[in-house]
T-cell receptor
Framework: SQTIHQWPATLVQPVGSPLSLECTVEGTSNPNLYWYRQAAGRGLQLLFYSVGIGQISSEVPQNLSASRPQDRQFILSSKKLLLSDSGFYLC????????????FGEGSWLTVV | GEDVEQSLFLSVREGDSSVINCTYTDSSSTYLYWYKQEPGAGLQLLTYIFSNMDMKQDQRLTVLLNKKDKHLSLRIADTQTGDSAIYFCAESSNSGYALNFGKGTSLLVTP
């Protein structure tokens, strides 16, 4: 069976510090991978998606970036965090583009202070 | 992008039925989904329906789809306090890479 894990689960970072959130998927190959952000009262916002190693599409211009160094690894990064980057970050995977379901990780709470 | 709209709050009494509604604008939507999010947790897939169906039932959950009106609903029978959560409606199309989510409906079940 497939599993998805992301970490850390919670972190508090000062403004201007870097960020690295990691996500890995097990039990499948060549998945589509996603990073969503959930800010209070604003639902789910798609940040990045990837259909293969090294292929990253950005949905929202911002100071965040994503990388996919391995087939089942997806990393969300920032060089300098802003207060507005606070939120709940969700990694997700999907088998392919044909309408199959997206499955989510446990989420990472980021508070920028 | 395409819009998915849901009411933000719903309160029901334990034992009653809950109906959460959703509308979407993308006429090419192929799959429509309902996810549940408990406090501090990720999203859990509850059920999904293919666009050529108009109803799907799974135990206490019933999904109704009116494709003409682009309206989706989730009915939870015999609602329990453990059903209190945020429920997200989402849609995807064959041409889309990701799901497009609504803002979520907070369901509060009172004893």
């Amino acid at each position: 069976s497939q599993t998805i894990h992301q970490w850390p689960a919670t972190l508090v970072q000062p403004v201007g510090s870097p960020l690295s959130l990691e996500c890995t998927v097990e039990g499948t190959s060549n998945p589509n991978l996603y990073w969503y952000r959930q800010a209070a009262g604003r639902g789910l916002q798609l940040l990045f998606y990837s259909v293969g190693i090294g292929q990253i599409s950005s949905e929202v211009p911002q100071n965040l970036s994503a990388s996919r160094p391995q087939d089942r690894q997806f990393i969300l990064s920032s060089k300098k965090l802003l207060l507005s980057d606070s939120g709940f970050y969700l990694c997700a995977w999907r088998k392919d583009n044909s309408g199959n379901t997206i499955y989510f990780g446990e989420g990472s709470w980021l508070t920028v202070v | 992008g395409e819009d998915v709209e849901q009411s933000l709050f719903l309160s029901v009494r334990e034992g009653d039925s809950s109906v959460i509604n959703c509308t979407y604008t993308d006429s090419s939507s192929t799959y429509l989904y309902w996810y549940k999010q408990e406090p501090g947790a990720g999203l859990q897939l509850l059920t999904y329906i293919f666009s050529n169906m108009d109803m799907k039932q799974d135990q206490r959950l019933t999904v109704l789809l009116n494709k003409k009106d682009k309206h989706l609903s989730l009915r939870i029978a015999d609602t329990q306090t453990g059903d209190s959560a945020i429920y997200f409606c989402a849609e995807s199309s064959n041409s889309g890479y990701a799901l497009n989510f609504g803002k979520g409906t907070s369901l509060l079940v009172t004893p």
